[in-house]
């Protein structure tokens, strides 16, 4: 029988999620080494699932209001005015997610129509290209530059803007690059946006792990910004609770009403333990997020100086838990260095151009991992790169 024929066309032609293909391959293999999927190392703290585990026992296993407990909407509100200095109306600005990844899809379908551009930048996080596109719209790439440290420009996006462009999506800190971007560099975006009357996607899932004494900025606290930006966060990677699938998004009261409506139809409502053990994460897990932050800081540092000492250049990321290395000296493209190395040497890490055509050139490695793994992994790496060097020579 002909599928193809019933299938969305639009869906037919996006390709599979280039991060999940490395994940599989290892699943498949023995003693791999995979520093490929962006999932913390640390278990969620006791304290957040003693939380949950009392909300259970006491049997609140039922729905909850389609946005989610107000109870976590208030504390979600106040998380984001004392960390940010932003205020959300816990009542009709707040939605909460299944991960921060459905508030993505329901940001952009909500918002982009048939013929809508959206500006992307790139390299960045996968999902956002192919829901573009299967809502109808056209996806239009950013890219950004290792010698721009990975950051957009407000002149990069200046040049791309056309009548049709509505949207651009702001995933800082940045994955796979662990870019970030200063609150002065927001100022000069913010104003491009305004003068162009677009709206934004700020992506800030990662915005616990910015390395810097200043810290993240939202663009939402820009003067002239809140209004028209959508912040999409969650849990996964501040309180280390990937499996509990819980996130959420911020924004005007007119885009999170139709974004809910979506939300309504397609889920009812997020995981309510999962809610429930939110509110003790954000109640009282600051003292848990600087702990592995801290963690992460040292991984950080010793991941980009294992990279340089094996030869291979390797940009300083401010934020996020990954590093971009450069591979481009040994000849290969991303995706032949990393099939190659697992089956050389049973390490898993991400083609760059995963993220996006500009990734071309780099592999993402992921260091959330222990640093024996972290050592090892980048020991086999330099010997494969070695025997790279001397196979070329031959």
């Not at 993505?104 to 909500?110: L, Y």
């Not at 790439?141 to 702001?170: M, P, V």
């Not at 910004?225 to 819980?246: A, E």
Request: aromatic content about 10%; some cysteine; charged content about 25%.
């Amino acid at each position: 029988m002909d599928y193809g024929k019933y299938l969305n066309k639009s869906l037919l032609n996006i390709k599979p999620s280039g991060i999940r293909k490395f994940f599989s391959i290892a699943e498949e293999m023995d003693n791999v080494i995979s520093l490929g999927v962006g999932e913390p190392d640390f278990k969620t703290p006791w304290h957040i699932r003693q939380y949950g585990i009392d909300f259970l026992e006491m049997g609140k296993t039922r729905y909850t209001a389609n946005a989610g407990l107000i109870e976590l909407r208030r504390e979600i509100s106040n998380y984001y005015a004392r960390k940010f200095l932003i205020k959300y109306k816990p009542e009709d600005e707040i939605l909460v997610t299944v991960g921060g990844s459905e508030g993505i899809d329901m940001a952009i379908r909500a918002l982009v129509e048939s013929g809508d551009e959206v500006l992307i930048c790139e390299p960045s996080f996968v999902c956002y290209k192919p829901i573009a596109e299967v809502s109808g719209g056209k996806a239009v790439a950013l890219t950004t530059r290792e010698e721009d440290n990975f950051k957009l420009t407000a002149q990069s996006l200046e040049n791309a803007i056309n009548d049709k462009t509505k949207l651009l999506i702001l995933p800082y800190p940045n994955n796979p690059t662990g870019a970030i971007l200063t609150e002065n560099e927001l100022k000069k975006i913010a104003e491009v946006v305004i003068k162009h009357d677009l709206l934004v996607i700020s992506d800030e899932i990662y915005c616990e792990l910015t390395y810097t004494p200043e810290g993240h900025t939202s663009i939402a606290s820009i003067d002239g910004m809140q209004d028209r930006t959508i912040v999409i966060n969650g849990f996964s990677k501040s309180y280390s609770m990937t499996g509990w699938r819980l996130g959420y998004a911020l924004g005007p009261a007119p885009i999170i009403k139709e974004m809910t409506k979506l939300h309504q139809f397609a889920i009812m409502s997020a995981p309510t333990n999962s809610q429930y053990a939110a509110i003790d994460a954000l109640r009282n897990g600051d003292k848990d997020i600087q702990k592995m932050k801290e963690d992460y800081d040292m991984r950080r540092r010793f991941t980009v100086d294992g990279f340089r000492k094996i030869g291979l250049d390797c940009f300083e990321p401010k934020g996020a838990f990954y590093v971009f290395p450069c591979i481009k000296s040994t000849g290969l493209s991303s995706e032949e260095f990393c099939e190659r190395l697992i089956k050389a040497k049973r390490v898993a890490v991400v083609p760059g151009d995963a993220f996006g055509e500009s990734g071309e050139g780099y592999i993402r490695v992921s260091y959330c991992y222990s640093i024996e793994n972290i050592r090892e992994a980048i020991r086999l790496i330099g010997e494969f790169v070695e025997e790279l060097k001397n196979e070329n020579k031959g």
